[in-house]
């Protein structure tokens, strides 16, 4: 009765250590398609403010920053440069299309 009762509990630990080994290896992968995500939208926010002709200056330096970052596993850091990288392509899109009618005085000419 002992042995098996002590087998059981070794079955248990066993699946627990395994279970425990894998979760971070799924949570990293879980991380990892999120930045992804980000650098995706990041990228398409890029690539519409660009078609507009209001890419900002440091946009695209940003954006292969944050790729690095998440090849060099640097999850955290890959994710805020991700913002960065949206929120300026849609300020820069945005930013464009507020001035595309814009008059200046004669004298600004």
Avoid: C
């Avoid at 080994?21 to 990041?42: C, H, K, N």
């Amino acid at each position: 009765m002992m042995r098996e009762q002590a087998r059981g509990v070794g079955r248990w630990i066993l699946a627990a250590t395994m279970l425990t080994a894998t979760l971070p290896a799924v949570a990293m992968d879980t991380a990892r398609m999120a930045v992804e995500a980000r650098l995706a939208a990041a990228e398409q926010a890029r690539a519409k403010a660009d078609a507009a002709g209001g890419e900002w200056r440091d946009t695209g330096k940003l954006l292969k920053q944050a790729q690095a970052a998440l090849a060099a596993g640097d999850h955290e850091k890959a994710l805020a440069l991700a913002e960065v990288v949206e929120f300026q392509g849609e300020q820069g899109y945005q930013q464009t299309l507020g001035q595309q009618n814009l008059s200046f005085p004669d004298i600004m000419r």
